[in-house]
């Protein structure tokens, strides 16, 4: 079973603090790692995603950091604002009609 | 441009009785696929169509059956449904690459008694 381990499962930050959900995954053959943000009542969106060719993916406050050798990847969120309370979604895939698969999602709190 | 359309948004159904969830895309886009998302799982994906015309399994296909209509339109049919089909499912498309994002609906909260 193809898996992809998400940890922590609920985060709860101050605004302004650094949120930092992780993932492992077990397949060497993923060649692209996208994060998806979920607000209740809604479908999720895609928020950054990166592929194995480069350590690190910055996009505003969100930065994605990859280690291929340890087969972990990071969501880093700085200074948290209570707008990016929602859950979150590390996903991987390869070269097989774009199927994703998932981990089990991190439900992020931001304190005011 | 509406994206990702799902109906119904709510439906409560009783064991073995059975329904389609009906999902449209007005993107163009050739990849559809079907996800269902309980507590503490993820999304977990049941059916996919890589074009117009094919369907293949994903990782939870059991008790689910799909039809591509055309490149707009991909159902989702329960055929007796089951307790365990308690899900809140989504339908995604997909554009191709480089940019490999995938649009998801608003989802269907399907509760079977």
């Known amino acids: 079973q193809q898996q992809v381990k998400q940890s922590p499962q609920s985060l709860i930050v101050q605004k302004g603090g650094i949120s930092i959900i992780n993932c492992a995954y077990e397949?060497?053959?993923?060649?692209?790692f996208p994060w998806y943000q979920q607000f209740p009542g809604k479908g999720p969106a895609l928020l950054i995603a990166?592929?194995?060719?480069?350590s690190e993916k910055k996009e505003g406050r969100f930065t994605i950091s990859f280690n291929k050798s340890a087969k972990q990847f990071s969501l880093h969120i700085m200074d948290s604002q209570p707008g990016d309370s929602a859950t979150y979604f590390c996903?991987?895939?390869?070269?097989?009609?774009?199927?994703?698969?998932f981990g089990q999602g991190t439900e992020l709190s931001v304190k005011p | 441009n509406a994206g990702v359309t799902q109906t119904p948004k709510f439906q409560v159904l009783k064991t073995g009785q059975s329904m389609t969830l009906q999902c449209a895309q007005d993107?163009?886009?050739?990849?559809m696929y079907w996800y269902r998302q309980d507590p503490g799982m993820g999304l977990r994906l049941i059916y996919y169509?890589?074009?117009?015309?094919?369907?293949d399994k994903g990782e939870v296909p059991n008790g689910y059956n799909v039809s591509r209509l055309n490149k707009r339109e991909f159902s989702l049919r329960l055929e007796s449904a089951a307790p365990s089909q308690t899900s809140v499912y989504f339908c995604?498309?997909?554009?191709?690459?480089?940019?490999?994002?995938?649009?998801f609906g608003p989802g269907t909260r399907l509760t079977v008694l």
């Open positions: 996903a991987a895939s390869y070269n097989q009609g774009g199927k994703l698969i």
């Open positions: 993107m163009n886009h050739n990849s």
């Open positions: 995604a498309s997909r554009t191709d690459e480089p940019t490999d994002t995938q649009y």
């Open positions: 169509s890589a074009s117009e015309g094919t369907t």
């Open positions: 397949n060497t053959a993923f060649d692209y």
């Open positions: 990166i592929r194995p060719d480069v």
